[in-house]
């Protein structure tokens, strides 16, 4: 249990598939959600490889935010970081923040990632203060497979 900046107190825990409908519904609010990759299966198959990879923190019953820490032995990733609107300026992001890395430095990761669109000023604010910084000499290149 850890209380946010206005005394909320705010369980974290790993993502199970009841809370499925719920996170979805906030990824949405938050303008996150892609359909092609948020799907109840995709969501199964990765706690199931790696229990921490999604965790949630929750007041009560209610879902305040979510973050996905995606390890792979090549990459790791922070994806999907996102609090509720209501729950936003407490602390909250930053402790779902610090545990995702947590979560990836004790699974080994030396560094992680993360994509953010350069059009998403608070976030990248927010990141910069996490002590994330761009990367100058890279490129991100796409393709629809
Ligand atoms: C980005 C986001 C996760 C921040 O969550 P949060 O719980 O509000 O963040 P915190 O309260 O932990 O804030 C941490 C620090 O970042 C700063 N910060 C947070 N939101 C900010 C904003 N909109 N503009 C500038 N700074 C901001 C806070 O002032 C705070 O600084 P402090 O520690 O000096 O007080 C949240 O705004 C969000 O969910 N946005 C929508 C989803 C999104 O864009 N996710 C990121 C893309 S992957």
Redesign the pocket.
Known sequence: MNI??TGACMDFRNYKDSDFKELITLLKI???FDKMTDSRKIFKALVKQNPEAIILAVEGKKLA?YVFAIYTPFESY????????E???????????ARAEKALKCKGAKRAD????SK????L???K??KWAWLERVLVMEKEL
């Not at 729950?87 to 923040?97: D, E, V």
């Not at 993360?114 to 669109?117: E, G, I, K, W």
């Not at 998403?120 to 976030?123: E, F, V």
């Open positions: 946010s900046k938050n303008n996150s935010g922070i994806h999907h970081l996102g609090v509720a609107p729950f936003r300026k407490q602390g909250i992001g930053s402790m779902l923040l993360l994509f953010v669109s998403n000023c608070p976030a604010g927010f990141y203060k996490k």
